[in-house]
């Protein structure tokens, strides 16, 4: 059975299968009927019945089966169409007002639009056309994101970062971009706590923060990433503040933020009385004998 359209009647009455003399007309709800047609012919019909200027590319070939049980717009039959294309491995790219069927594998070298999305993407097209969207992201590293994304990606699309200005560039279906959007949107966040500010009652604030910065970063150092751990917007900062005695501490995890505050809470504590009944790191000892600037060279070279 060859392809057919046919305009619908009025609402409530039967439609038609064959095609009229003059075709279906422009803007008219259409009933289609395509078992088996060539591809080709399917793209002149739609472009007779949205009024869309629509060429096929000589590499696309084959035949699609495409029909619906009752009238619909224009509009959702060229949409049935994509999807029936998409299924088959060509799609639309929409070039200067041209739609053009192409392979799929090929639609990323297409000359389609080109956007640039903030937020949750629900400004962005939809449908089963390829488009490319520029993803501006504003708290997560664009590299970071690349591998978490990938996989959603349709096979013949891409991705790719831009770390200059920290965004995403992505080709791929508009209805795929939207749930994208969505996704991005969820993980561009910031994870950057307020800067506390833990006061010490016995422990001397320089003494405690290199401690405190190899317990709770391995790879070492006063606020090193740890391993693995390669974005510093996720590290734990931990500065001594000698006037105050206090320990500055900025974390992005609340986690870590709590594990600090917890060996701080353990790290401070006061010390065994010393001699003459002193307490904390300062002894005071007086001399009989002994000259005390001799005695503390002697002392320091011990």
Do not use: C
């Amino acid at each position: 059975m060859h392809g057919a359209v046919a305009p619908a009647t009025a609402a409530g009455g039967a439609s038609t299968l064959s095609v009229t003399p003059s075709g279906p007309r422009r803007g008219d709800p259409v009933t289609l009927n395509f078992v088996n047609a060539d591809i080709e012919a399917v793209a002149r019909t739609m472009a007779t019945i949205t009024g869309r200027n629509v060429v096929v590319d000589p590499r696309v070939k084959g035949t699609i089966t495409l029909s619906t049980e009752r009238p619909v717009p224009p509009s959702v039959a060229y949409s049935q169409f994509l999807a029936t294309l998409r299924l088959q491995g060509f799609t639309v790219v929409d070039a200067a007002g041209l739609d053009k069927v192409v392979p799929e594998a090929d639609a990323k070298l297409q000359g389609g639009p080109v956007s640039v999305s903030e937020g949750d993407g629900a400004s962005l097209p939809s449908g089963n056309q390829i488009v490319t969207q520029i993803f501006r992201l504003n708290y997560e590293a664009a590299n970071n994101l690349v591998p978490v994304l990938r996989p959603l990606i349709s096979p013949n699309n891409t991705i790719n970062a831009n770390p200059g200005n920290n965004s995403l560039v992505i080709t791929d279906y508009a209805d795929n971009l939207r749930r994208l959007a969505r996704i991005i949107a969820a993980m561009d966040v910031s994870n950057a706590t307020d800067v506390e500010i833990i006061p010490l009652r016995h422990a001397i604030a320089n003494d405690l923060v290199p401690l405190l910065s190899r317990l709770i970063e391995p790879g070492g150092g006063t606020g090193a990433p740890a391993a693995g751990q390669a974005e510093t917007s996720y590290k734990t900062t931990l500065l001594a503040e000698p006037r105050s005695n206090a320990i500055v501490v900025r974390s992005a995890n609340a986690a870590r933020l709590g594990l600090v505050r917890s060996l701080v809470a353990k790290l401070d504590q006061p010390t065994v009385n010393g001699v003459n009944g002193a307490s904390g790191n300062i002894y005071v000892v007086y001399l009989k004998n002994a000259d005390a600037t001799k005695l503390a060279a002697t002392l320091r070279a011990a």
